[in-house]
Nanobody, 126 residues
Framework: QVQLVESGGGLVQAGGSLLLSCGVS????????MDWFRQAPGKEREFVAG????????SYRDSVKGRFTISRDNAKNTVYLQMNNLKPEDTAVYYC???????????????????WGQGTQVSVSS
């Protein structure tokens, strides 16, 4: 069983920064794409950023481009989401997820995730 554990969430003022981390158990991490999703109250879970298994390619939702950066350290089985210039509309629970497909690409549909973390709350005050 693969386990994902997020950390790094918190309360920050608009314009501030947070670094989210997601540690993944097991020895399969380096062969699978990783994504970050978020879910605000009353809204559906939405794609935020994705990174391929080797880290060569990344993708972001339009509203976070230029502000968020996804990266991974395969030696540490960890994926990161650096969030800068945070806005109140970024407030949500942030989840990391691992892809189902061996050496495949990131995914935009949450149904394509193999496993999820428990989530970490990010709150941005105006």
């Amino acid at each position: 069983q693969v386990q994902l554990v997020e950390s790094g969430g918190g309360l920050v003022q608009a314009g501030g920064s947070l670094l989210l981390s997601c540690g993944v158990s097991g020895d399969t991490f380096s062969n699978y794409a990783m994504d970050w999703f978020r879910q605000a109250p009353g809204k559906e879970r939405e794609f935020v950023a994705g990174i391929t298994w080797g880290g060569a390619l990344t993708s972001y939702r339009d509203s976070v481009k230029g502000r968020f950066t996804i990266s991974r350290d395969n030696a540490k089985n960890t994926v990161y989401l650096q969030m800068n210039n945070l806005k109140p509309e970024d407030t949500a629970v942030y989840y990391c997820a691992i892809a189902r497909t061996y050496r495949g690409s990131y995914f935009f549909d949450p149904k394509l995730a193999a496993y999820w973390g428990q989530g970490t709350q990010v709150s941005v005050s105006s």
